[in-house]
C-alpha cells in the first residue's frame, strides 16, 4: 500500500489549508486512515481518523488540540480523505502524515502506533 498525501503549504494564522490523501494498492475491505502531525522536536500528534467498511457506515475521530477547527472526509471509492482545516495557528505548524491501518477495530486508531502504512509527509506552516 502506498500513500500520497498533498495540498500542503505556507499560510498565515487564520487562514484555510486543505489536505488530501489517496491510498493505492491493495488493502484489507475494511480499513481506516487518519492524519498525524509533528512539529520540530515534538512527538507524533493525533489529528483525525476516520473509518469504513463494505457492509457500510464509518466514524470519525477528531484531536482535541483540533477539534472544531479541523473536519476529516472520506471518499470511498476513490479511497481517498481529506483533511479541512480551519482557522490555522502558528502552532498547527507541523509535518502532517497520512496514515492508514489494515482492518482490526471497528473504532478509528488515535495512536500512531496502530498505524499500519505512513505516507511521505506534507508541511503546513502558519505564520503569524
Known amino acids: 500500500v502506498q500513500l500520497q498525501a498533498s495540498g500542503g503549504g505556507l499560510v498565515q494564522a487564520g487562514d484555510s489549508l486543505g489536505l488530501s490523501c489517496a491510498a493505492s494498492?491493495?488493502?484489507?475491505?475494511?480499513?481506516?486512515m487518519g492524519w498525524f502531525r509533528q512539529g520540530s522536536g515534538k512527538e507524533r500528534e493525533f489529528v483525525a481518523s476516520t473509518t469504513w467498511s463494505p457492509w457500510g457506515g464509518g466514524l470519525t475521530s477528531v484531536g482535541d488540540s483540533v477539534k472544531g477547527r479541523f473536519n476529516i472526509s472520506r471518499d470511498v471509492a476513490k479511497r481517498s480523505i481529506y483533511l479541512r482545516m480551519n482557522g490555522l495557528k502558528p502552532e498547527d505548524t507541523a509535518l502532517y502524515y497520512c496514515a492508514l491501518r489494515l482492518s482490526g477495530s471497528h473504532y478509528p486508531f488515535t495512536s500512531p502506533t496502530e498505524a499500519t502504512y505512513w505516507g511521505p509527509g506534507t508541511q503546513v506552516t502558519v505564520s503569524s
Open positions: 494498492g491493495r488493502t484489507s475491505r475494511s480499513y481506516a
